[in-house]
């Protein structure tokens, strides 16, 4: 047999040794964004054992709307609200207890529950909802209080809290809130972090693995409204926050802190799915298509084929061939063909027509 033979096999067996790994990992985020931490729940019934089945019945209810507005939005949350128990039952793969309580009749819970994917997007696309699976690039965010006896950063704060019990690890856009221990402490001070100083905040970035590190400073106005400011640059493109906010009736200093944390996690939440992780509609049976994929090395090949398995809508890649310069592939997408080229053109993909032969190269 041929040298060239014999160089193929060994790009297709580094192809697999290198891309094993990366779908391993793959399906690790897939498996945290399904899953939904920190499920409050408080129920009384007749007995302890009666209010823990009703609890646990709550707590899929509404960990499936927290996901649902996690893939896709708000509004198809409210529209699959009317999906019953057994329904969301039957799509649930996991729950573990968290923490729990219980008394005569009371059941006081916080709990996780884990979903199936393709079950979850099997309701979406029956609803017609597009949704999208790309998370966002981890962002580390740094909550400084300025509080009257002066600045807060590692110790606990309404502002503090109100971050770290957003519980927006798994989301669209994984939030990470420094542990603010020793390590933390030690790397940059208080000062350091008012000032954005930018080698210590990095430090802190690179501890917890992310791509982005962001100083949010609320200052509180009164008994009842807070000032909140975040800017600077991220992977979901360029953070401006900077709003005076007024406490509700009901609300005190740490429920309105959390609000506006929500409410910047929010707007982090849009800018992504509309710039960034906008997903293809998901209706629809699925699609198949052979398509050319050329590449210059076995690292480009790698690079393209894990791009292509993270594109939103893509279900599919199978290899029909490969060569030392070139692959075929059989794509499988659901959704409309002209968010497919989208989404693929958010991965700095471009899938054109070449003499009836479709191509997929990156620019």
């Known amino acids: ?212 590190i962001l100083v949010a400073v609320a200052t509180p106005q009164s008994k009842n409204a807070i000032q909140a400011t975040m800017t600077g640059s991220s992977p979901i493109g360029t953070i401006g926050f900077d709003k005076l906010y007024k406490a509700n009736d009901d609300e005190d200093l740490d429920a309105l802190a959390l609000r506006v944390a929500q409410r910047f996690h929010t707007v982090m939440i849009d800018k992504w799915k509309k710039e960034g992780g906008q997903a293809p509609d998901a209706a629809g049976p699925p699609q198949s298509f052979a398509i050319s994929v050329p590449f210059s090395s076995v690292a480009e090949w790698n690079n393209i084929r894990i791009e292509l398995l993270t594109t939103p809508g893509v279900t599919g890649v199978d290899v029909n061939s490969i060569s030392e310069n070139g692959a075929v592939v059989q794509l499988t997408y659901v959704g409309a063909f002209p968010d497919l080229q989208n989404a693929l053109k958010v991965a700095r993909l471009n899938l054109t027509l070449y003499s009836g032969q479709w191509v997929l190269q990156p620019f």
């Not at 697999?16 to 990992?25: E, G, K, M, R």
């Not at 005569?104 to 997007?121: C, D, M």
């Open 1 to 212: 047999m041929s040298d060239s033979f014999f160089r193929v096999i060994a790009a297709v067996i580094l192809v697999l040794s290198v891309f094993t790994p990366a779908i391993a990992q793959e399906q690790d985020t897939l498996k945290q964004l399904y899953t939904v931490t920190g499920v409050k729940v408080d129920v009384s019934d007749k007995d302890a054992v009666q209010a823990k089945l009703k609890a646990i019945s709550d707590a899929q209810l509404k960990a499936f709307a927290i996901l649902a507005r996690r893939l896709a939005s708000p509004v198809a949350a409210k529209q699959l609200s009317s999906l019953g128990r057994r329904e969301i039952g039957r799509m649930m793969a996991s729950l573990s207890v968290e923490s729990e309580q219980t008394a005569p009749g009371r059941y006081i819970a916080k709990l996780t529950v884990r979903f199936l994917p393709e079950k979850v997007r099997q309701a979406f696309r029956n609803a017609g909802i597009a949704f999208t699976e790309q998370q966002a690039p981890k962002i580390v965010i740094v909550p400084v209080w300025m509080g009257p006896e002066g600045p807060v950063v590692w110790e606990d704060s309404p502002w503090r809290k109100a971050w770290i019990d957003l519980k927006a690890e798994n989301s669209i856009v994984p939030i990470i809130i420094p542990l603010g221990d020793l390590t933390d402490s030690q790397a940059i001070s208080v000062e350091e972090v008012i000032a954005r100083h930018e080698t210590k905040l990095g430090a802190i970035k690179i501890r917890y693995q992310a791509d982005a």
